[in-house]
């Protein structure tokens, strides 16, 4: 089936730094997605992809849709502590289901 | 407001109980899933329905039941069957089955 590996796994930074995860996987995508999840909620959307070499920004949040369609990034610009949570990418092709990835959890210290 | 509603958000059981956790939606979406979260991990799929009254086994789903009587309306049981119960639970709906999901706020299972 398809697999999403999704790196760093976790990331402590000072705030006021960027930031930067991504994702790739084993196969071609048509739809990427990226969600935020805060301690003890469930994951929000933040940005979805829907086109090789697209580029979309949410406030200090960027994502990129891979030109291969294999892979994602997402950059934080700026961040604040309440950016702690875990980043979670998804992605899909062809009608199948969301393949999620395993998530980065992101510290900040002020 | 639009959305998915889980209840409860606490919930403590005895070993060998059953216990069915809520997931109400209000988006009238077709499909919803129920995903597992252990800590520090991510999430993994139980269950997932595509249309009412039909729904499909996901990659964890021994020891698990679930309903798709009505459209809004997709509980989770949890039964005694399951060794390891002790989880985050999260529901979430999409428009149709490759679409975005939109995840409820979970709820969180603690067994004694």
């Known amino acids: 089936g398809q697999q999403l590996n999704q790196s760093p796994q976790s990331m402590f930074i000072q705030e006021g730094e960027d930031v930067s995860m991504n994702c790739t996987s084993s196969?071609?995508?048509?739809?990427w997605l990226w969600y935020k999840q805060d301690p003890g909620e469930g994951p929000v959307l933040l940005i979805a992809l829907y086109k090789a070499g697209e580029l979309t920004s949410n406030g200090r949040l960027t994502a990129q849709f891979g030109i291969t369609r294999k892979d994602s990034f997402l950059n934080i610009s700026a961040s604040i502590p309440s950016d702690v949570g875990i980043y979670f990418c998804a992605g899909n092709n062809a009608g199948n289901m969301l393949t999620f990835g395993g998530g980065t959890r992101l510290m900040v210290k002020p | 407001d639009g959305g998915i509603t889980q209840s409860p958000k606490y919930l403590f059981r005895k070993e060998g109980q059953n216990v069915t956790l809520s997931c109400e939606q209000n988006l009238n979406h077709d499909a919803m899933y129920w995903y597992r979260q252990d800590p520090g991990q991510g999430l993994r799929l139980i269950y997932y329905s595509q249309i009412v009254n039909d729904f499909q086994k996901g990659d964890i789903a021994e020891g698990y039941s679930v309903s798709r009587e009505k459209k809004e309306s997709f509980p989770l049981t949890v039964t005694s069957a399951q060794k390891n119960p002790t989880a985050f639970y999260l529901c979430?709906?999409?428009?149709?089955?490759?679409?975005?999901?939109?995840f409820g706020e979970g709820s969180r299972l603690t067994v004694l």
């Open positions: 196969s071609i995508f048509n739809t």
């Open positions: 979430a709906s999409s428009i149709w089955m490759a679409g975005e999901l939109f």
